[in-house]
Every structure is written in structure tokens, then in C-alpha cells.
């Protein structure tokens, strides 16, 4: 099983990165699939969860500017960001949990390396 997260980088305020997240070993559709983040010195903070039915829900911090979403076929998980703020800048992990979808980053089953993003002018 493995979660690989790419799409990371340098941006400056205002704009937009997508993060995709691959998964190998098992099939995502079947599991609720979020992101989260982790700024240096800060808890994991939950950002956003899909469940297997569809249902995407958001963190207050991002609502209206991130956008969750996944391709099936592909087996990926995507992460749209537009209107990207300083405070935005972390190290993002996408996650899988066979049982539950929450914000609580305890019931995540699976969990990614991380893909960097860091906005700044």
C-alpha cells in the first residue's frame, strides 16, 4: 500500500497549485481520502475528506478556495488550491481510512510522505 503525493512548490499569494495524491495497493473509491497539513511547529491540521459517496467537506481555513476531488480510473486524489495565503504554507499528506471519514488524522489507515507547498511573494 502506498500514497504518493506530488504537485508541491513555490507559490505566491493569490495563487494556485493542484496536489495529486497516487494510490497503489489498494482502490480509493472504497475508502474516505483526505488531505491534511502540517506547518513547522503547528499540529496536523485537517484540510479536507471525500467519502465514498461522494461527500467532500472542508476546513472554515480553506471553504471556498480549496476544492477536493479524485479520478477513479486513475486511482488519484486531487487537491485544487486557488486563492493561496501565507498562512497556507505547509507540508500537505494525503490520507486513506477504510472505516471512517473524519478530521481526526487517528483514524487514517494509510498516509503519504508529503508534498511541500509554501506560498510567499
Known amino acids: 500500500v502506498q500514497l504518493v503525493e506530488s504537485g508541491g512548490g513555490l507559490v505566491q499569494p493569490g495563487g494556485s497549485l493542484r496536489l495529486s495524491c497516487t494510490a497503489s495497493?489498494?482502490?480509493?473509491?472504497?475508502?474516505?481520502m483526505a488531505w491534511f497539513r502540517q506547518a513547522p511547529g503547528n499540529q496536523r491540521e485537517w484540510v479536507s475528506y471525500?467519502?465514498?459517496?461522494?461527500?467532500?467537506r472542508y476546513a472554515d481555513s480553506v471553504k471556498g478556495r480549496f476544492t477536493i476531488s479524485q479520478d477513479n480510473a486513475e486511482n488519484t486524489l486531487y487537491l485544487q488550491m486557488n486563492s493561496l495565503k501565507p498562512e497556507d504554507t505547509a507540508m500537505y499528506y494525503c490520507a486513506a481510512s477504510g472505516w471512517i471519514c473524519s478530521g481526526d488524522y487517528g483514524v487514517y489507515n494509510y498516509w503519504g510522505q508529503g508534498t511541500q507547498v509554501t506560498v510567499s511573494s
Open positions: 471525500m467519502s465514498t459517496t461522494g461527500t467532500s
Open positions: 495497493g489498494f482502490t480509493i473509491k472504497n475508502f474516505c
